[in-house]
């Protein structure tokens, strides 16, 4: 299971990465919503039977990116 190949390019994921940093006024307050929101997907992959082939942090930095790029899917994690 932990062997296969992701599906995602990972230039696509860096490139993705690059853009939230230089888009925030904060690194580290992004590196704080990308690591609360992977460990939630984590745990959500244990009730889930069919666990997703994406690791959770590439996951919450594609789900991240997607609500930079449309602002109304933003939820507000801070806090």
């Given at each position: 299971m932990y062997n296969k190949i992701s599906p995602?390019?990972?230039?696509e994921v860096n490139r993705l990465t690059e853009t939230l940093m230089k888009g925030?006024?904060?690194r580290y307050q992004i590196t704080v919503q990308v690591a609360?929101?992977?460990?939630?997907f984590r745990y959500?992959?244990?009730d889930n039977p069919n666990p997703s082939e994406v690791k959770?942090?590439?996951r919450?930095?594609?789900e991240m990116s997607d609500e930079?790029?449309?602002p109304e899917l933003i939820i507000d994690?801070?806090?």
């Open positions: 995602i390019n990972t230039s925030s006024s904060s609360k929101r992977a460990k939630r959500e992959e244990f959770p942090v590439v919450a930095i594609l930079v790029t449309q994690e801070i806090g």
